[in-house]
């Protein structure tokens, strides 16, 4: 069976307070979610219909029990989730300050499993199979989860749809410079590169919209789609189409997961062929609504809930 989404990269477990405005250390309850960027987006489009799975690797304890009863409860088959003897599963704090503070606190330590994911152990025919593959630069920052993902790149050969989820985290890196090479190696390999102003930056250097989507082509892909906070996202494609759509009005409570959201549904779009600017408002949208939400993979929407906050024009 060809999923139409196979993502690979970071899970963990998300502790996430269900006070607002409070900072950690007066916290007094969380709530217990399903996290990392690859599970979320694998996530998301699954809750959009698509048939999805994830590469990664958890700790061999009850939090890593945990992750796989959850993907299965969202309909994401976790048979290639494995794993690691003596490395416990991340977990992932945060504080909540409405509208746009949300400290994120990592701990993956000495180290994630996600990290582990080994070249060897890859179903390389699936991931050729897939209509849509998705990676993220997390992978790219540590052996042999690197090695890993470029011999599953360079395996694919831009088969299909291959998304390059630029995921800039510096706690992950030394400093930009060390992570560019390996970006502008994946970006050899992939057809549709996202991010934000950060993160197109540390791929390009270059942190104007348009001219770092213009870098993203020059460096390969097909479609470059950046986001670009208040001002919304703007997506340009090899073809010279363009779409630059403003955000949808929301109160936000948590922003973490909106990034995940838009990735589920921009992979949905795509696969529905849709052009530019409907893929860009529906993955907006998307993102609007988990931002409204606390929780990220529990939170994201439905086609109803999309249609409805599109129809609104806003996230009511």
């Known amino acids: 069976m060809a999923y139409d989404l196979i993502t690979m990269g970071r899970i963990g477990v998300d502790l996430y307070p ?6 950690l250390p007066q916290v007094t ?3 217990k979610f399903l996290g990392g960027s690859a599970a979320n987006v694998a996530v998301a ?3 959009l219909g698509r048939g999805t799975a994830v590469i990664t690797r958890t700790g061999d304890d009850p939090f890593g029990t945990y992750l796989h009863e959850a993907l299965r409860e969202f309909g994401v088959d976790d048979r290639w989730v494995t794993p ?3 490395l416990p599963t991340p977990v992932t704090f945060c504080e909540v300050f409405p509208p746009d503070d949300f400290p994120l ?3 993956r330590r000495p180290k994630a499993p996600d990290l582990e994911i080994d ?7 699936a991931i050729c199979e897939a209509r849509v593959f998705w990676i993220t630069g997390t992978g790219l920052s540590e052996e042999p989860s690197r090695t890993a993902t470029l011999a599953a790149l360079a395996h694919r050969a831009k088969a299909g749809t291959t998304v390059f989820d630029l995921d800039w985290r510096p706690m992950f890196w030394s400093d930009p410079d060390a992570a560019r090479p390996f970006y502008a190696e994946a970006l050899k390999h992939t057809t549709v590169a996202v991010g934000n102003l950060d993160e197109v930056e540390v791929a390009t250097g270059v942190r104007d919209p348009h001219d770092a989507a213009r870098a993203l082509l020059d460096a390969g892909v097909e479609l470059a789609v950046v986001k670009q906070g208040p001002k919304g996202v703007l997506a340009v494609n090899s073809a010279g189409d363009s779409a630059e759509v403003p955000p949808l009005p929301v109160n936000v409570l948590n922003g973490l997961g909106a990034g995940d959201a838009f990735g589920g549904s921009l992979c949905h779009g795509l696969l529905a062929g849709w052009d530019l600017e409907k893929i860009m408002r529906h993955a907006n949208a998307a993102g ?3 931002a409204s939400r606390l929780e990220c993979s529990s939170a994201m929407p439905t086609p109803t809930e999309i249609e409805e906050a599109l129809a609104a024009g806003a996230v009511l």
């Open 288 to 290: 609007a609504i988990v």
């Open 84 to 86: 690691v003897p003596g």
């Open 105 to 107: 606190y990592f701990y």
């Open 119 to 125: 070249a060897h152990e890859l179903d390389l025919d």
């Open 29 to 31: 309850s969380f709530g």
């Open 45 to 47: 489009a699954a809750r």
């Open 18 to 23: 269900l006070q607002t405005g409070v900072p």
